[in-house]
């Protein structure tokens, strides 16, 4: 009995070294326990003009930029990954790509050329709505906050493989114009194939672009410079004992969907490229742009020895004044640019927290390795730095205020549904009843504002992001006698009839101070209608945009949970003249 205990305990142990992909020649998964935090320093990702100065003056930047598969090195421990990079070269390409620094005011145009082979190197879903390319990986590029024309936007039927082999039926170019003159700040550029970005972005096609005015900018004195103005692009992955990237290739329903599931969690927490990284910082101020790229892992961001967070900026817009705060919560997509003041610290050493649930708001709490993000080692006291940044009480010049909502030209009711099998499994998601290939129902005028009532029906909270426009959160109330409600809108999809007015009258949330200012995501939380007014002009004009807003392909609004954006939880927006 002893000797058949002691081979039992032999064969588990055998097991679990082999599962956590240490046993030689196998391939499991890896444990992250194995794995040393904080051993990597935060790398800075290439930087590339989207402008050119030619005889002193400043032209609009050409720039051509390939999607590679190539290999990267995620941990010390780790052995290289396979990857889909963005890059001005193979050689060049990173995860997550090089930043685009882009001027308010000068055109950028960017070429994106397809190099990906013909097969993904991930598990993907035939049964979802996916291009129709026999071969290849179908790519197209949307640049998240822009402002500009459709045919830029990225829509996700404007794919195209490589060499064009296959192409979308929206699409038209590979050559984008983004004509950055919004405000400046904060966007990010990324995959938004159909029904692949699920997979398109986990791969590594992701990364960051800055729109910057020094006139309005420089003023502010800031912390500036590539040492003390860094982005922080936070994702999570998991692995293989081989280095590759480990997706989950059976799906919650697999007879339904045979890979697809509801939402994708990485074990590792990954910082600019790298697992739980480190920086050293000086004793002064830095500012820190920092952008949510997880499939649907939210993140509530705190530091372990309470130093606060100043907010400059919500997404893309800077806020009238900064906000502080100690913890604050960032969706999928969403973008918070800060300002942290190391001066003080009481402690040599601080971590960059995470205790959001995932999936938010009802699931699991992190464990020590999703609960901790990155380390700053900070100089010591005796080390004295001039600094010469501030933080102004004022930011930009504000812009003008959201119109009273009876000025409104439209309201809109926007409802928010996942569906399950028989098993009570999720099978898919919708906003309002019907799929994203269902004619565009949403249709505003160029030049106009309206309010939007967003209804989320389901147990998740969904970051609802609006291509193109802008909107401010006016509410955030709780439906009451929800099951009764959710019964009615199932049968008749109609918020009106359904007496929408009667449900919203539960508690009301306000919004957090440092997200009150203009965005293009905000989490629709789960039982509770939002009432958001949307902008459908430039912010600082009521004049249409310019350039045609109307044309083809249209936009899209979609929540960024980019498991339920793929399968169908996206819909066609469509401007009118």
């Not at 192409?167 to 919004?182: D, E, H, K, R, W």
């Not at 999928?332 to 959001?356: K, Q, R």
């Not at 440092?514 to 293009?520: T, V």
């Amino acid at each position: 009995m002893a000797k058949f205990l002691l081979l039992l305990l032999l064969l588990l142990f055998l097991l679990a070294w082999a599962i956590s992909g240490s046993l030689a020649g196998g391939v499991g998964l890896v444990n992250v326990t194995r794995l040393e935090m904080f051993v990597d320093e935060l790398p800075g990702m290439p930087r590339l003009q989207g402008y050119r100065i030619h005889n002193g003056l400043l032209e609009p930047g050409n720039l051509t930029i390939g999607m590679y598969k190539k290999t990267w090195k995620f941990h010390r421990d780790l052995p290289p990954t396979r990857v889909f990079a963005y890059g001005a070269s193979r050689a060049t390409a990173t995860v997550p790509g090089p930043t685009i620094e882009a001027l308010q005011g000068i055109p950028t145009h960017i070429t994106w050329k397809n190099h990906l082979p013909s097969r993904h190197i991930l598990p993907w879903d035939p049964t979802i709505p996916i291009p129709s390319a026999p071969s290849g990986v179908p790519t197209v590029v949307h640049l998240h906050g822009g402002v500009h024309p459709p045919a830029s936007d990225g829509h996700s039927q404007s794919w195209f493989t490589s060499n064009f082999s296959s192409v979308g039926p929206a699409f038209s170019s590979p050559t984008f114009s983004y004509p950055n003159l919004q405000d400046p700040g904060n966007l990010w550029y990324h995959d938004h194939a159909l029904g692949l970005t699920r997979v398109n972005m986990p791969a590594g096609l992701l990364g960051a672009y800055t729109i910057r005015s020094p006139a309005l900018e420089s003023p502010l004195r800031l912390p500036y410079g590539a040492n003390f103005d860094r982005h922080l692009i936070i994702f999570d992955r998991s692995f293989l004992s081989d280095g590759s990237l480990f997706l989950n290739s059976t799906g919650n329903n697999p007879s339904i969907h045979p890979q697809w599931q509801p939402e994708y969690f990485g074990d590792a927490l990954i910082v600019n490229g790298k697992a739980w990284p480190f920086l050293r910082v000086l004793r002064r101020r830095y500012r820190f742009r920092i952008i949510n790229a997880s499939n649907a892992r939210f993140y509530r961001l705190s530091f372990s020895n309470s130093l606060a967070f100043l907010h400059l900026a919500s997404d893309s817009i800077y806020l009238p004044r900064p906000v502080p705060s100690r913890k604050f919560l960032l969706a999928p997509s969403e973008i918070a640019d800060v300002v942290v003041d190391f001066t003080d610290s009481p402690t040599d050493s601080v971590v960059l927290l995470n205790d959001a649930a995932y999936p938010f708001p009802s699931g699991e709490e992190p464990d020590n390795f999703s609960g901790k993000v990155m380390k700053f080692f900070i100089a010591s006291p005796q080390l004295k730095h001039r600094d010469p940044s501030q933080v102004p009480r004022q930011l930009l010049p504000s812009p003008p205020p959201p119109i009273p909502t009876h000025r409104a030209v439209a309201t809109r009711y926007i409802a928010m549904y996942e569906y399950e099998s028989a098993t009570g499994e999720p099978t898919h998601l919708y906003i309002n009843g019907q799929p994203f290939d269902a004619p565009a129902t949403e249709t505003p005028r160029s030049g106009t504002s309206e309010v939007w009532h967003v209804i989320n029906l389901t147990e998740d909270n969904h970051p609802l992001h609006i291509h193109l426009g802008l909107f401010v959160v006016l509410e955030q109330r709780e439906l009451v006698e929800l099951e009764k409600f959710k019964g009615c809108m199932m049968r008749k999809n109609d918020a009106e009839e359904c007496n929408l007015k009667e449900h919203a009258k539960g508690r009301f949330e306000p919004v957090p101070a440092h997200e009150r200012g203009w965005k293009n995501v905000f989490k629709m939380q789960p039982g509770f209608v939002t009432q958001i007014l949307v902008r459908f002009a430039m912010l600082r004009s009521e004049e249409p945009y310019p350039f045609d807003a109307t044309a083809e392909p249209g936009y899209v609004y979609h929540c960024h949970i980019l498991d339920h954006e793929d399968n169908m939880m996206m819909r066609p927006l469509k401007l009118l003249g």
